[in-house]
């Protein structure tokens, strides 16, 4: 057994029965105030929906050891931080790459002197850094990596979407009312108005009936647009 004085699980980051994005991180916190080393990765759960799973307890007995392998099974991937070299950190390295699973190491050079890695990591690719803000960088890089960022559409680009959807709909459905198209587009009906009112303006949607019950049609059906004919 490693000695049990270094790696600290923090109970307030426990993610593991969670259906979300998690990674797990351990590193030797007798290096850095938690505060200063954690305060990046607080910025990143926000910016990636993600959860950071922190190896905040002492590994003195079975019990914790299996705990802290449940939440590296259970990460998308795994950072070490073998800076310094601690033995803890050096266990759950080992247990990681031991299942195959995703891992990347980080590492401070001015902390960790080349000689106490083992020789069958030191040519692996690794996270190096020199202060907390380029580490930020380099782990940005890596979350756009394995959790690339949708760009959200805009308001505009949001309408149009639902607008060629409105006519989708209509060639298939003819007749649909509001509430209809409510309903199936999963929106309320005043966002519905703002779908429909330049379709009604451009003369591509014709209503018929009372404004509570009316019902919509392609002002064209035959419109190869739209790939129907009637």
Not at 52 to 80: G, L, P, Q, T, W
Not at 107 to 132: A, H, M
Request: net charge positive; proline share 5%; hydrophobic share 35%.
């Amino acid at each position: 057994m490693p000695e049990t004085n270094d790696v600290a699980i923090d109970s307030s980051t426990q993610f593991a029965t969670q259906k979300r994005r998690q990674v797990f991180v351990a590193y030797s916190y007798k290096l850095y105030p938690k505060n200063d080393y954690r305060k990046f990765y607080k910025e990143l759960e926000k910016q990636y929906d993600v959860g950071f799973v922190f190896a905040d307890e002492i590994i003195s007995n079975m019990h914790i050891m299996r705990k802290i392998e449940s939440y590296i099974r259970n990460s998308d991937f795994c950072i070490f931080d073998v800076s310094g070299w601690n033995p803890n950190v050096t266990l759950e390295l080992g247990f990681a790459m031991a299942v195959n699973n995703k891992w990347y190491i980080a590492l401070d050079p001015s902390k960790t002197e080349v000689k106490e890695v083992p020789s069958d990591l030191r040519g692996l690719d690794r996270i190096e850094y020199s202060s907390y803000t380029e580490l930020q960088a380099k782990l940005t890089i890596l979350m756009e990596q394995n959790y690339p960022k949708k760009p959200k559409p805009s308001i505009d680009e949001f309408l149009t979407s639902r607008r060629l959807e409105v006519l989708d709909l209509l060639a298939k459905s003819p007749g649909l009312t509001a509430n209809s198209l409510s309903l199936l587009l999963s929106m309320s009906v005043g966002v519905l108005q703002l779908v429909l009112q330049p379709l009604l303006a451009e003369g591509k949607l014709t209503g018929k009936g009372k404004t509570r019950g009316r019902k919509y049609y392609l002002a064209n059906p035959s419109t190869k647009e739209h790939g129907e004919t009637h």
